[in-house]
């Protein structure tokens, strides 16, 4: 049972739901962030890495005695080329290996990879070609990256993210045939990651959720 994590983009949305939900089961923490994590509020069992996703040298820190590493992180739409989530795999990676931790749960989302067209017209014709593409271009090179690792890696592609609180309600879809388009909680993505640390489920698989 993975008892510390390691999360990465930890700040707010679903990293942020993450660090407080394994602090509400008794886990210990690592948190790298740019902001506050866990609101600023101090906890004896969250250790934050203030910094960039791309310090190996922070990474290694992080990852020290970790049982799993949780990777979020994001960046704004862009119209110029998108390097962060390849130049963070790039740095996570090796620290990784050096460390000997295994696991990993990337995070990406419907458009990145062999994912790519399996939404809704919408979605797929004119969002991701007009506002998203840059992001998922090196979303896409990141996932390429990690595959090619001998790590347990699982990479996660969620639906259109929602707030609220939890539902329980997380349907999984583990091949790009069976995607479907659809919409889930942050919280339940958080959630449903910390299972996956903690069972150790759809190592080397990569599953759409949705409620």
Not at 31 to 45: E, F, K, L, S, T
Not at 108 to 131: C, E, H, I, K, Q
Request: net charge positive; aromatic share 8%.
């Amino acid at each position: 049972m993975t008892k510390r994590i390691f999360v990465i983009g930890a700040s707010r949305g679903i990293g942020g739901l993450c660090v407080e939900q394994a602090l509400d089961r008794g886990w210990t923490v690592h948190a790298m962030a740019r902001g506050p994590v866990n609101g600023g509020d101090p906890h004896p069992r969250l250790l934050v890495i203030a910094g960039d996703c791309r310090n190996e040298t922070l990474l290694g820190e992080g990852v020290m005695g970790a049982d799993a590493v949780i990777s979020v992180i994001g960046t704004p739409p862009s119209l110029s080329k998108v390097t962060i989530f390849s130049e963070h795999m790039g740095a996570l990676l090796p620290v990784m290996q050096r460390a000997a931790i295994r696991r990993l749960i990337f995070v990406t989302g419907l458009g990145a990879g062999d994912s790519y067209g399996r939404s809704n017209p919408l979605y797929d014709y004119v969002f991701w070609p007009l506002v998203l593409r840059q992001m998922y271009l090196d979303k896409t090179r990141a996932e390429e990256m990690l595959q090619a690792s001998d790590l347990d890696w699982t990479i996660v592609r969620p639906g259109l993210l929602l707030n609220g609180r939890p539902t329980g309600r997380v349907r999984t879809f583990t091949t790009p045939e069976t995607y479907r388009g659809g919409a889930i909680r942050r919280a339940d993505v958080a959630a449903f990651l910390l299972d996956c640390a903690e069972n150790a489920s759809f190592v080397r698989q990569t599953p759409e959720v949705i409620a």
